[in-house]
Structure formats: C-alpha cells, structure tokens
C-alpha cells in the first residue's frame, strides 16, 4: 500500500477533482487512463508525453508496464514510473488503481458501490476521493503531539 504522506494525497484528490471537471479521460490511452492521469498530476507530464514513452517500448497497459518496470533501464516510461513510486506508491498501488481493485479502497465504499468499473470516470473519481480518504487517515494516525503537563494546583489557583 502507498506510504501516505501529504503530496501523494494531494496528488489523488487534485486527479480526482479535474477528472470530475471533464479532464480528458479515455482508459485506453496511456496518457488519459487512470494511472496516466495521476502521473500527468505527480510529474506534470503531457498525456500524450507519457502514452509516447508508453508506445515506446511496446508494452500494453499500466500492469504490463508494471510487470516490466526496470528502475536502471533508463526508459523513459521507467523514470516516469520511478518518480510515481518516490512519491509514495507501489508497483501495486498503480497496477489496482489502473483496475479499480485494491480490497482495502473498496471496502471503505458502501457495499453497493463496491463493483467499480475499471474504465468508467465517474467510478475513478469515487476510487481516488476514497482512496486520498483512507490515506489521509493513516498519516493523521501517526501524528502524535506532544503530552504537556499542566501546572500543579496551588493554593491561589484553589482559593479562585
């Protein structure tokens, strides 16, 4: 799972929102996909830069370019992807948002809007906004403030 950290949730929600205001969404394309959205937000790389560096190499989808992911090729689909997991994602993070699949995203959904469409906007937009959500919670779960003591009572503080 994805190590939740403030630019990567930002990240989801910004996708997120211009995909809900009409961004140029087409699941078949490298560039204009599920992935290829959030990797135009996290590298501000063009769609069509990054369906170029896809086409280059000659692999299919997100997953195979996924199970083909070489961090010391030099690819440029490679140091694309590179740049997405320094942000905080795994290879698996990218291969389930390209099919809408990761079960711990899902089961935050109500039940009947658990069977997503991998290649329909308006379910990608449900699957970011609660993905960024369950992200967002685990950081705040590991934020601790320090404990501070409160003065002990006196007798003035008492007499009041």
């Not at 190499?57 to 195979?64: M, Y």
């Not at 997991?85 to 959904?109: C, F, M, N, P």
Request: proline share 5%; with cysteine.
């Amino acid at each position: 799972m994805a190590r939740p950290n403030p630019e990567l949730i930002a990240a989801l929600r910004r996708t997120a929102k211009k995909l809900a205001d009409g961004a140029p969404y087409q699941w078949g394309h490298m560039g204009s996909c599920n992935c290829g959205n959030l990797a135009q937000e996290l590298t501000k790389l063009s769609k069509g830069e990054i369906h170029e560096y896809a086409l280059a190499v000659g692999r299919g989808d997100w997953n195979e370019q996924m199970n083909d992911y070489c961090p010391t090729s030099g690819l440029p689909i490679d140091l694309l992807i590179a740049d997405m997991l320094s942000i905080g994602l795994s290879a698996e993070d990218l291969k389930h948002l390209e099919r809408l699949s990761d079960r711990q995203v899902l089961e935050r959904l109500p039940e009947e809007k658990r069977f997503l469409r991998h290649n329909v906007r308006d379910d990608v937009v449900l699957y970011l906004g609660t993905w960024a959500a369950m992200l967002e919670e685990q950081l705040l779960a590991t934020i601790r403030l320090p404990r501070v003591e409160e003065p002990a009572a006196t007798e003035e503080v008492l007499m009041l």
